[in-house]
Structures are given as C-alpha cells and as structure tokens.
C-alpha cells in the first residue's frame, strides 16, 4: 500500500511534466481574454467572468477521471512518455487554430491514432530512434476506450448546458439588420491515472519507484487530458442546440465503446472504433451547421425588445430573466428599443414588473424591488443598440 500511495503522490509530480498541460492553459488564457475583449468591445462591458469556459465543468471532469483511473490501473493501460510527447504535439497543431473545437478527444485522439498508423511505413532510419520505436508498440485499443469515455463526458457536459454557459454576440444580419447569436465554449481536464512502463520511467527519471505486476514493473502517472468544443448558435435557443448535440454525442459515445471494447479480440475493430468517433463528431457539427440555416433565432421582435444575454449575478439574472424572452412591457409600458426600455425603468419607481414572453410564446409576469442605481445595472444586453449611450443601462 505504501508503494501505491509513493506512486500516486509521484504520478501527481509527473503530470507537470507534460507539455500539453501547459498548452491549455495558454489556450484558456488566449480564448477567454478574447472573448472578454469582444464583449467589451460590443456591448461596453464585460459579459462573463475570465476562465469562465471552464467552469462548471469539473465535477463531471473529475468523476470521468476516476473511471477512466479505475479502467486504466485495473485494466492494466500502459501508455508510454513518446505518446504522451505525441499528444502533446496534437494539441499544439490544433491549439494554432484559436478554436476549442478541435479540443474534442475524436479529433485529438484520431489524429493521433492516425499518426501512430503511418509510423511502420517511415523510412528505416526514422524507426530506428527508440521513441519512434515505441510509438509503434502503442496499444491502439487503448486510444479508442479512451476516445470513447471522452467522448461521453463531453455529451453530458453539453446536456448540462444551461443559458449561463453560452456567450452572447451581435452582428449584422444579411439584410443590414441587427441579429445575435450565442457560442458555446467549454473546456476542461479530465484527470486520469495511467500506468507508465518502468523502462521509461527509469531513462526519464532513475528516482521513480516502480511497481512490479505480473513480472514487469511499472510506475503511475496522472495525465491532464483536456477537452472541449466551441460551435455557435443562431437559428435556434443555444440551450436547445445544446441539448440536441448533447444527444447525438453520447450516441456516437456508446457506439466507439461498443466497438473499442470489440478490439480487444478483433484488434482491426479499434481502427473502426477511432474513423467512427473522428467522422461522427464532424457529420454531427455539419448537422448542427444545417440546423442553424434558418431565420435567425435572436433577432428584433416585432412586439418588445428580445434579449440576447444577461450578465450572471446581475438583478435581471435575479430575476430569471432569460436570452431569447421577449419583455413586451414595463410596469405596463409598451417598450419597444432598448431606450424605451430604460426609460420606463427610470420612471417605475421603487419596484418594477415586467411582463416578458418566453421562447414557447407563453406570457409571464417578473417583478423586483429596484434600488438606487439598480435601473443602471440590470445586467441585460439585447439584439439591436442602444441609439445613444446615455441610454445604455448596463454599466
């Protein structure tokens, strides 16, 4: 038990020697700051806070890793420093793109995978290096089980979206008309324990302490793989395009399972395992593209003023005010623009009531006490600008 305990504080240490751990975390600073930037850039303030791509994410994260752990250590999973280096390399080529997309482990996972096919063709004098040498015994129903368990935790993690995780943008429709649209942006790690074979570890590291099973030694490492994805939703509720790729992903989860499982006694099947997972996610996000050809779904309201995001925290998310709702009037105000809008608020006194209409076309009524400068910071953004920035309510 102590040398477990030895080797798992170790596998600990040995996680910051990965470079793809560093990698994501300039990625998480690059995106967010971007996006901070843009929001600020659109709407004269910050929308959500930094890092927030990544929030909300961890208790799923964690409970995937420690299945992933349980089925790596008792299933006897071996990766190799060489295919960690591999990954690593993965995620700095798809990192180049600026977009968490690419993030998915069916794109990670199946690049990979393809790399380490090509590698028995390589001319002779490229396969005689012993990290070349290693890559080619990587067992490669390993990467499908893992591409599948990611798999599944990025189709629960986008079931569980919510108005909160998706980040609002407005821009000109085709017509010259203010139209908005949300972007859903995740990303996470995903913690897992792995076993790592002792003559690496003692070429890499003479002090790591070895475990011996069934006759060959053996020593742990925690690996930080990252996932996450990043789509946009226009012409439906970003909560409902969510949920519907959500599904999609789990099912395209259970099927590579389904097939990596079947590798292990027909080993061509991991390769069928890694095409379906790498095409199913592609034609999944080109249905997605489909879906999202039609009238856009945050757009001006011919009855209200539609909102496109609401600051987390704020009065209006207080008050359950929702991206996409309508508010139609103001203490009994029609409201029409965003100057209307404020204006009916500046005269309501100490309490507002606000009769909003939500995505299924059903009225409902919102109400809260309002104090001293709240009407300035509702912490609501809507479709069209404000005309004039006196009338902006938000900062």
């Known amino acids: ?6 080797e798992f504080a170790k596998g600990i240490g040995m996680m910051f020697t990965l470079p793809f751990l560093y990698i994501a975390l300039a990625m998480i600073f690059y995106v967010s700051g971007k996006r901070i930037k843009q929001e600020r850039a659109t709407f004269g303030t910050r929308i959500f806070d930094r890092f927030s791509e990544w929030k909300g994410t961890w208790g799923t994260a964690l409970l995937s890793g420690f299945i992933l752990s349980a089925m790596a250590v008792g299933g006897g999973m071996v990766v190799s420093y060489p295919l960690l280096i591999l990954l690593s390399g993965v995620f700095l080529i798809v990192s180049l793109t600026g977009r968490l997309s690419w993030y998915s482990s069916a794109y990670t996972l199946g690049l990979s995978y393809l790399v380490l096919l090509v590698i028995p063709y390589l001319p002779q004098s490229v396969q005689g290096y012993q990290w070349v040498a290693t890559l080619q015994e990587t067992p490669l129903h390993t990467l499908a089980v893992v591409m599948a368990v990611l ?5 629960i993690l986008m079931l569980r979206t919510t108005a909160s995780h998706t980040y609002p943008e407005r821009l000109k429709g085709t017509r010259g008309m203010w139209i908005g649209q949300h972007r859903s942006r995740r990303m996470t790690f995903v913690p897992f324990l792995a076993l790592l074979p002792g003559g690496m570890i003692e070429a890499f590291a003479p002090w790591w302490p070895l475990i011996s099973l069934g006759g060959d030694t053996y020593g742990l490492i925690l690996i930080p793989f990252v996932i996450g994805w990043e789509w946009k939703a226009r012409g439906q509720s970003p909560v409902r395009a969510a949920k519907t790729m959500g599904r999609h992903v789990f099912l395209l989860a259970i099927l590579v399972l389904g097939l990596a499982v079947a590798s292990f006694f027909i080993s061509v099947l991991s390769l069928a395992a890694v095409m379906v997972g790498l095409v199913g996610r592609e034609f999944i996000f080109v249905l997605h593209r489909m879906r999202e050809e039609k009238t856009p779904f945050f757009s001006s309201a011919q009855k209200g003023i539609r909102i496109l995001g609401v600051i987390p925290g704020s009065p209006a998310d ?9 508010i139609e009037r103001v203490n009994a105000i029609p409201v029409r623009t965003e100057n209307q809008f404020y204006e009916a608020l500046q005269n309501s006194g100490a309490f507002t009531k606000m009769e909003v209409r939500d995505e299924a076309g059903e009225n409902r009524y919102v109400q809260r006490a309002m104090y001293e400068g709240e009407h300035y910071e509702l912490g609501l953004v809507f479709v069209e600008p404000a005309t004039h920035e006196a009338s902006v309510g938000f900062f």
Do not use: I, N
Request: hydrophobic content about 55%; overall charge negative.
């Open 318 to 326: 207080q008050m359950e005010l929702m991206p996409g709702e309508v």
């Open 151 to 155: 798999l599944m935790t990025e189709s």
């Open 1 to 6: 038990m102590d040398v477990w305990l030895m």
